[in-house]
Nanobody, 121 residues
C-alpha cells in the first residue's frame, strides 16, 4: 500500500510563493503518474499539475506559468513550487499517485491527507 503525506502549506499574501512537498512511502511503480490537486472550500476538486514516469508534465490553465511540479528521490518525493499566488489559489492541496499513465487528471488510486494554502488579497 502506497502512503503519501503533504507538507509546506501556509498563509501568504497575493504575489507570494510557497513550495509544497509530498513524501511517498511504499512502492514507486516503474510506470506511474503523480499529481497535485486542490479543493477550494465549497467548490469542486481540480487537478492542477501532473508528471509521469518519464518526466512529462501537464498543467491546468489556471496555474500554467506560475506553478512548477517536480519529483526527486526516484519518484518518492513530489514538489509543487507555487509562485505569484492569487486569492483564488486558496484551497486544500493534495498529492496523488497511481501506476498508470497520466490521463488528464483522471481518478487516482492513492491520496495524501492534504495541506492548506491560504492566499489573502
Amino acid at each position: 500500500q502506497v502512503q503519501l503525506m503533504e507538507s509546506g502549506g501556509g498563509s501568504v499574501q497575493t504575489g507570494g510563493s510557497l513550495r509544497l512537498s509530498c513524501v511517498v512511502s511504499g512502492y514507486t511503480y516503474a510506470k506511474h503518474c503523480m499529481a497535485w490537486f486542490r479543493h477550494p472550500a465549497g467548490k469542486e476538486r481540480e487537478g492542477i499539475a501532473e508528471i509521469d514516469s518519464d518526466g512529462a508534465i501537464n498543467y491546468a490553465d489556471s496555474v500554467k506559468g506560475r506553478f512548477t511540479i517536480s519529483k526527486a528521490n526516484g519518484g518518492n518525493t513530489l514538489y509543487l513550487q507555487m509562485n505569484n499566488l492569487k486569492p483564488e489559489d486558496t484551497a486544500m492541496y493534495y498529492c496523488s499517485s497511481d501506476h498508470t499513465s497520466c490521463e488528464g487528471f483522471a481518478d487516482f488510486r492513492y491520496w495524501g491527507q492534504g495541506t492548506q494554502v491560504t492566499v489573502s488579497s
